[in-house]
């Protein structure tokens, strides 16, 4: 049974750094791409904005606008089967429920609702 759990999400102030965490489980992420995701109100899941992704095979590949990239960055911990996310300098339009995903169809596809596997999610909220 595939499961993935997020954590490390919180009040943050603008400026500063966090890390999420996508604790899997029931996969290998040898054959699986796992992307992050995030909803801000208003939005469905489905239709949540993806942030980047990682696979065996693609290595990290950004899919955040310009505006993000640079402060996003994933990365994987193989041996303890979890992907993180760093967020750096973060901007109050970061706020959001951050979701991991998992799923074989591999990082090309940014299409949230195509994804199978999801996290019960971690709100981030930045304000100062």
């Known amino acids: 049974q595939v499961q993935l759990v997020e954590s490390g999400g919180g009040l943050v102030q603008p400026g500063e750094t966090l890390r999420l965490s996508c604790a899997t489980s029931?996969?290998?992420?040898?054959?699986?791409?796992v992307g992050w995701f995030r909803q801000v109100p208003g939005k469905e899941r489905d239709m949540s904005d993806g942030?980047?992704?990682?696979?065996?095979?693609?290595?990290?590949?950004?899919w955040s606008d310009e505006s993000m990239k640079g402060r996003f960055t994933i990365s994987t911990d193989n041996a303890k089967n979890t992907v993180y996310l760093d967020i750096t300098n973060a901007k109050l339009e970061d706020t959001a429920v951050y979701y991991c995903?998992?799923?074989?169809?591999?990082?090309?596809?940014?299409?949230?609702?195509?994804?199978?596997?999801w996290g019960r999610g971690t709100q981030v909220t930045v304000s100062s």
């Open positions: 029931g996969l290998t992420l040898d054959d699986y791409a």
């Open positions: 942030i980047s992704c990682i696979s065996n095979s693609a290595g990290a590949v950004p």
């Open positions: 995903a998992a799923d074989v169809v591999g990082c090309h596809v940014l299409v949230a609702a195509a994804w199978e596997y």
